[in-house]
T-cell receptor
Framework: GENVEQHPSTLSVQEGDSAVIKCTYS??????FPWYKQELGKRPQLIID?????GEKKDQRIAVTLNKTAKHFSLHITETQPEDSAVYFC?????????????FGKGTKLSVIP | NAGVTQTPKFQVLKTGQSMTLQCAQD?????MYWYRQDPGMGLRLIYY???????DKGEVPNGYNVSRLNKREFSLRLESAAPSQTSVYFC?????????????FGPGTRLTVL
């Protein structure tokens, strides 16, 4: 089955700096890579996703890059703000007929220091 | 539109007791999921239901059973609770956009087994 590794497990940055979280996956058939943000005591919520037919996607201060050859993808947050403090999870899935599961990384706790 | 709802929010059980966690979604999604979240372990899939009338085991199914009661509802049952089942449980449902997944999570149930 799919295996997703996520690094680092914790990350502290100064407000205004950039943060980068990296994930690797094992199954070359995976073609969908979402990122979830989970604030303390809350549910995970999708913040951005990327499909295997593109290499980069941006949404305001967040961006995700995908390297299919190396089987890794990354989340980039620019101009970090205190409200970006949360746990971030990457995930991978093969999205096709008969396939339904997401495999999650173990999470990165991001702390933005004012 | 309430999205994904879960009951109860909190529960304390004694070892050996049984209980059922309830989940419902009003988004007309076909697929539903149960995850458990433990510190440092990310989100691990317990069971999922690809469509009404079907259920399948995930990564950590031992000690649990599920019922897909109808398209809206997917319940998780602990027949004889053990301290190792102390965790936060999340239900999710899947929106299918084209050929890709997007999973929406409920607010979670925090379960403590003494």
């Amino acid at each position: 089955g799919e295996n997703v590794e996520q690094h680092p497990s914790t990350l502290s940055v100064q407000e205004g700096d950039s943060a980068v979280i990296k994930c690797t996956y094992s199954d070359s058939a995976s073609n969908y890579f979402p990122w979830y943000k989970q604030e303390l005591g809350k549910r995970p919520q999708l913040i951005i996703d990327i499909r295997s037919n593109v290499g980069e996607k941006k949404d305001q201060r967040i961006a995700v890059t995908l390297n299919k050859t190396a089987k890794h993808f990354s989340l980039h947050i620019t101009e970090t703000q205190p409200e970006d403090s949360a746990v971030y999870f990457c995930a991978a899935a093969y999205s096709g007929a008969g396939s339904y599961q997401l495999t999650f990384g173990k999470g990165t706790k991001l702390s933005v220091i004012p | 539109n309430a999205g994904v709802t879960q009951t109860p929010k909190f529960q304390v059980l004694k070892t050996g007791q049984s209980m059922t966690l309830q989940c419902a979604q009003d988004m007309n999604h076909n697929s539903m999921y149960w995850y458990r979240q433990d510190p440092g372990m990310g989100l691990r899939l317990i069971y999922y239901s690809a469509s009404e009338g079907t259920t399948d085991k995930g990564e950590v199914p031992n000690g649990y059973n599920v019922s897909r009661l109808n398209k809206r509802e997917f319940s998780l049952r602990l027949e004889s609770a053990a301290p190792s089942q102390t965790s936060v449980y999340f239900c999710a449902s899947r929106k299918r956009t084209g050929n890709y997944n997007e999973q929406f999570f409920g607010p979670g149930t925090r379960l403590t087994v003494l």
